[in-house]
């Protein structure tokens, strides 16, 4: 089975800090998602990665970037954290390129979600 | 940005009732997926449903497409106590990202 970690559950940061949120995948997956998600919003996607050093923006970009140096390491970086980043992020993987039978993109695997509180 | 738009947004039914509920977009589509996220946690996938196709089953799981409404339905069968939920529904528009609704609460009353 597909595994998603995602390195916290749980985090609090102060306002200002720089905070790393880590996810990993175990399928050798080509796509990688970072979203949140806030009450009545849904989710957001933040910014997605569909290979190794390879990011695109999603919908709500500012205040982020993402790092992915190896093909099961997606990071996601607050660069200086304020209040009204305070959500739940999940982080997911799916199944990209040729060996898709669907098209590029497929069914996603989530982590558990990282609800970060700053304060 | 494109996202699927799930109608009704809360529902409380009785167990063993049936539980119906809709996903409308705007653009043409590769699939359209439904995921569940029981509170607090990940989302788990159900089921994907293909432009091509306009009815998949899985298990207790109805999902039916009409890609000339642009509207999609995910109908959970003879409902458990297990599958209160958030619910949602994912647009694949074919550039390598899910667009996903706001979410679709459903309670279930033992």
């Known amino acids: 089975d597909v595994k998603v970690t995602q390195s916290s559950r749980y985090l609090v940061k102060r306002t200002g800090e720089k905070v790393f949120l880590e996810c990993v995948q175990d399928m050798d997956h080509e796509n990688m998602f970072w979203y949140r998600q806030d009450p009545g919003l849904g989710l957001r996607l933040i910014y997605f990665?569909?290979?190794?050093?390879?990011?695109e923006k999603g919908d709500i970009p500012e205040g982020y970037s993402v790092s992915r140096e190896k093909k099961e390491r997606f990071s996601l970086i607050l660069e200086s954290a304020s209040t009204n980043q305070t959500s739940m992020y999940l982080c997911?993987?799916?199944?990209?390129?040729?060996?898709?039978?669907?098209?590029?993109?497929?069914?996603?695997?989530f982590g558990q979600g990282t609800r970060l509180t700053v304060v | 940005s494109q996202q699927g738009e799930e109608d009704p947004q809360a529902l409380s039914i009785q167990e063993g009732e049936n539980a119906t509920m809709n996903c409308s977009y705007k653009?043409?589509?590769?699939?359209l997926q439904w995921y569940r996220q029981n509170s607090g946690r990940g989302l788990v996938h159900l089921i994907l449903i293909r432009s091509n196709e306009r009815e998949k089953h899985s298990g207790r799981l109805r999902v039916t497409l009409d890609t000339s409404k642009k509207s999609s339905s995910l109908l959970i069968t003879a409902s458990r106590a297990a599958d209160t939920a958030s619910y949602f529904c994912a647009t694949d528009f074919g550039n390598n990202r899910l667009a996903f609704g706001k979410g679709n609460q459903v309670v279930v009353i033992p």
């Open positions: 997911a993987s799916s199944l990209g390129g040729a060996f898709n039978p669907f098209g590029r993109s497929a069914e996603a695997f």
């Open positions: 990665s569909y290979d190794v050093k390879m990011k």
């Open positions: 653009t043409s589509i590769n699939n």
